[in-house]
């Protein structure tokens, strides 16, 4: 998404679009959707009840197979991320 004007001046006649096309408008989530949607989906890993990061990361690297598997599926849907492996996010 662009700037905050940017995005609402988008949002206003999308949905007065689809107001005239007797559909449901679209969910005003904000000017910037990655925020709330990431924040979102913190919370909910947060509320589970295992460390993610942990099994996933521990789930390729301790097993070849596994980590082959990936690389194939990559190789297969993913041709841009071939060769490139699960990044350790960090805070900052």
């Given at each position: 998404?662009?700037?905050?004007?940017?995005?609402?001046?988008?949002?206003?006649?999308?949905?007065?679009?689809?107001?005239?096309e007797q559909?449901?408008?679209?969910?005003?989530?904000g000017?910037?959707?990655?925020?709330?949607?990431?924040?979102?989906?913190?919370?909910?890993?947060?509320g589970?009840?295992?460390?993610?990061?942990?099994?996933?990361?521990?789930?390729?690297?301790?097993s070849?197979?596994?980590?082959?598997?990936?690389?194939?599926v990559?190789?297969?849907?993913?041709?841009?991320?071939?060769?490139?492996?699960f990044?350790?996010?960090?805070?900052?």
């Amino acid at each position: 998404m662009d700037g905050p004007a940017v995005n609402i001046a988008f949002l206003r006649p999308l949905n007065a679009h689809l107001e005239s096309e007797q559909s449901p408008p679209l969910i005003d989530l904000g000017t910037c959707t990655l925020h709330p949607v990431h924040t979102a989906f913190q919370k909910g890993v947060e509320g589970l009840p295992f460390d993610v990061e942990h099994f996933v990361t521990e789930w390729f690297k301790l097993s070849s197979a596994r980590r082959e598997d990936y690389r194939q599926v990559q190789a297969e849907d993913l041709e841009e991320c071939v060769g490139k492996f699960f990044l350790k996010p960090v805070s900052s």
